[in-house]
């Protein structure tokens, strides 16, 4: 199984500062790699697929990047709104697997 | 626009089953796999395994092999997952998801449907 380890697992910021959450895979895997939003009693939602391409209806303050094994989602400029988990789930194995999550939180 | 309507949650108690479907609308139900997906604090998110809602075709995840069957209804447009032999670990919200044109990413989700299993 490819293993996603997301860090950090908490990010503590104020609204208005842009922030980095990190997702690195166990192996290679091009830019397979999909960035969700999770709020408190909702479905994930899609923000970012295959590293860095955007999807409609998302605000532009989310961006994502990276390639093989090393991906990042950029914030930039936080909103209240933002508060939330955020995960990475990778689809180069058909085996699909998810990171832990990480949560950012209003500090 | 797509919508996936999941139904209620179910309170199993260990050794049964449950059956929790996935209502479908605003696209073309067979032309789009549907896949689940397992959600608990502990395990996180877990992916389960996909049907492709034309032929009925399945691809399940190792570990959920013997645990979760998925079926379709084409004439309702709705995705079944029956999860058999229940035990607490079994305990978790477990979502159905769509993508918007390959299997994954998910762009669609349904609500969750919490089971719960217990004594």
């Known amino acids: 199984n490819i293993v996603l380890t997301q860090s950090p697992a908490t990010l503590s910021v104020t609204p208005g500062e842009s922030v980095s959450l990190s997702c690195r895979a166990s192996?290679?895997?091009?830019?397979?790699i999909h960035w969700y939003q999770q709020k408190s009693n909702e479905s994930p939602r899609l923000l970012i697929k295959?590293?860095?391409q955007s999807i409609s209806g998302i605000p532009s303050r989310f961006s994502g990047s990276g390639s093989g094994t090393d991906f990042t989602l950029s914030i930039n400029r936080v909103e209240s709104e933002d508060f939330s988990i955020y995960y990475c789930?990778?689809?180069?194995?058909?085996?699909?697997?998810f990171g832990a999550g990480t949560k950012l939180e209003l500090k | 626009q797509v919508q996936l309507q999941q139904s209620g949650a179910e309170l199993a108690k260990p050794g049964s089953s449950v059956k929790i479907s996935c209502k479908a609308s605003?696209?073309?139900?067979?032309?789009?796999?549907i896949s689940w997906i397992k959600q608990t604090t502990g395990q996180g998110l877990e992916y389960i395994g996909y049907?492709?809602?034309?032929?009925?075709?399945?691809n399940y995840n190792e570990k959920f092999k013997g645990k979760a069957t998925l079926t379709v209804d084409k004439s309702s447009s709705t995705a079944f997952m029956q999860l058999s032999s229940l035990t607490p670990d079994d305990s978790a919200v477990y979502y159905c998801?769509?993508?918007?044109?390959?299997?994954?990413?998910?762009?669609?989700w349904g609500q969750g449907t919490l089971v719960t299993v217990s004594s």
């Open positions: 295959y590293a860095s």
């Open positions: 049907i492709n809602t034309g032929s009925g075709g399945t």
């Open positions: 789930q990778q689809s180069y194995s058909s085996l699909y697997t």
């Open positions: 192996q290679s895997i091009s830019t397979s």
């Open positions: 998801a769509r993508g918007a044109m390959m299997v994954s990413p998910f762009a669609y």
């Open positions: 605003g696209y073309t139900f067979t032309s789009y796999y």
